[in-house]
């Protein structure tokens, strides 16, 4: 990865407040594959790519709505 990858890079809390959901959600989303991370560093940090975001946005929305 060069220096302006890493530019396109979210972490757990910017993507939480970015999607308005709570950051436990994105953790989730995340340990289920629902949405694709990167873990860096010693401490196993996940990081979401723009595209891969993208992405999981387009295929929610593309779902339709459950009705309680």
């Known amino acids: 990865m060069n220096i302006n990858h890493h530019k396109s890079l979210f972490t757990t809390r910017e993507l939480a407040r970015l999607l308005n959901v709570h950051i436990n959600t994105v953790r989730r989303w ?39």
């Open 30 to 68: 995340s340990d289920q594959g629902i949405l694709k991370s990167y873990r860096i560093g010693p401490r196993g940090d996940r990081r979401f790519s723009r595209d891969d975001v993208l992405e999981f946005l387009s295929e929610t929305s593309k779902q339709p709505e459950t009705v309680n």
